[in-house]
């Protein structure tokens, strides 16, 4: 069985990643999208989202991370999975699923649910210039409206040329609302030849069984529920699907709390100081869903807008915090 973790632009980037994946039962990561649309992106483009390309396309824990790209061009597309693959990346995968206004309104992403033909041209145009050991993926949702063209989809990126499909068990009008409709990646995946992973809405050992029941498939990405529980995928490799008993999420806890202490500084060496806050709550606000630490640290700094503020919270709770008065330098290449 393998388990991947998911793309989540704006959430998962390199710094949660690094953070994440040592916990250990991921077979690879992928990143969130790179936009590809009418120009050549430049080498320093795939770095900044993928800075584990100058490490062997591995995070620090170790774990491959495939880089993805959305686009509708597929002469395009082919030009800038080219360039990409000079930089040696464990895989490459086609986003054929975010719904986003602004990507659609592009004829990127969940949109060209409606256009198989052209999911296909995408499909085989990128894989014709990639080198034959590195790893061609597609993640699709079921549909536009509805999941009517599934198979259709589906089958034009085996077509094309994909190795594995990853399907997120929603259409792009149901957004992100549950339920996920895993007995749909089943149907996708009897169609099919090629290896087929369930998505949506596993947060937990039961969802995990209950997903691979339904689907009938024995692979699944997490999401939004790895980033609330980094220790999903490891649990679930060690054969434990029961949430933890009290005790073992104390133990957790510590662990989690390195963690984000670790973040922390990956933060501060990112994004300016400004921006840190807003990341360091995003990330509590999903780990509260299983840590009661974790809200209590939320419930402290929610209505902090300062490093030093939630700084000295973060110690208080025990939480490592290195000096950042002397300002950290940023890594380079990185984006401030
Ligand atoms: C904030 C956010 C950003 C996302 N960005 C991407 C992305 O860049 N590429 C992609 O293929 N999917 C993206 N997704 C979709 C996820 O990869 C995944 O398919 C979805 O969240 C369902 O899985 P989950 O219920 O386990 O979270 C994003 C989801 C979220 C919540």
């Known amino acids: 069985m393998h388990l991947l973790l998911a793309p989540m632009e704006g959430l998962l980037d390199d710094v949660l990643r690094a953070v994440i994946t040592p916990c250990g039962g991921y077979d690879y ?3 969130e999208f790179a936009r590809v649309s009418g120009t050549l992106l430049p080498e320093r483009f795939f770095r900044r989202i993928a800075p584990e390309l100058s490490s062997g396309s591995r995070t620090a824990g170790g774990t491959p991370v495939r880089v993805q790209l959305l686009g509708s061009d597929p ?5 800038n999975a ?3 693959a000079g930089l040696a990346p464990s895989g490459i995968d086609l986003n054929f699923g975010c719904p986003a206004p602004t990507v659609n309104r592009h004829r990127g992403g969940a949109v060209l649910l409606d256009e198989p033909e052209l999911m296909h041209a995408i499909t ?3 894989r014709r210039v990639m080198p034959a050991e590195i790893p061609l993926t597609a993640k699709m949702r079921l549909g536009v409206r509805d999941a009517g ?13 994909a190795a594995a499909l990853v399907v997120h068990a929603r259409t792009k009008d149901d957004g992100y609302r549950p339920p996920a409709h895993w007995p749909w990646v089943g149907r996708i995946a009897e169609a099919v030849r090629l290896p087929v992973v369930a998505n949506g809405e596993v947060w937990n050992g039961e969802d995990w069984r209950r997903c691979r029941a339904e689907s009938g498939v024995a692979d699944i990405m997490l999401g939004r529920g790895a980033v609330a529980d980094p220790f999903l995928a490891r649990r679930l490799r060690g054969g434990q699907l029961e949430a933890p008993e009290p005790a073992a999420r104390e133990s957790e806890w510590l662990e989690l709390r390195a963690m984000l202490g670790d973040f922390r500084e990956r933060v501060l060496r990112k994004v300016v100081p400004r921006h840190a806050p807003g990341r360091i709550k995003q990330w509590l606000n999903l780990l509260r869903r299983n840590f ?3 809200e209590r640290l939320y419930q402290q700094i929610r209505g902090l807008s300062a490093m030093p503020e939630i700084d000295r919270v973060f110690a208080a709770a025990g939480i490592r915090v290195v000096p950042t008065s002397a ?8 984006a401030a």
Do not use: H, K, S
């Open 29 to 31: 990561a992928v990143t």
């Open 75 to 79: 002469a395009c597309m082919a030009d």
């Open 82 to 84: 080219a360039q990409l």
């Open 124 to 126: 085989r145009a990128v």
């Open 149 to 161: 063209r599934a198979v259709e989809c589906a089958r034009a990126l085996a077509d094309g040329g």
């Open 292 to 294: 009661p630490q974790a």
């Open 327 to 334: 300002g950290l330098a940023p890594v380079p290449g990185r």
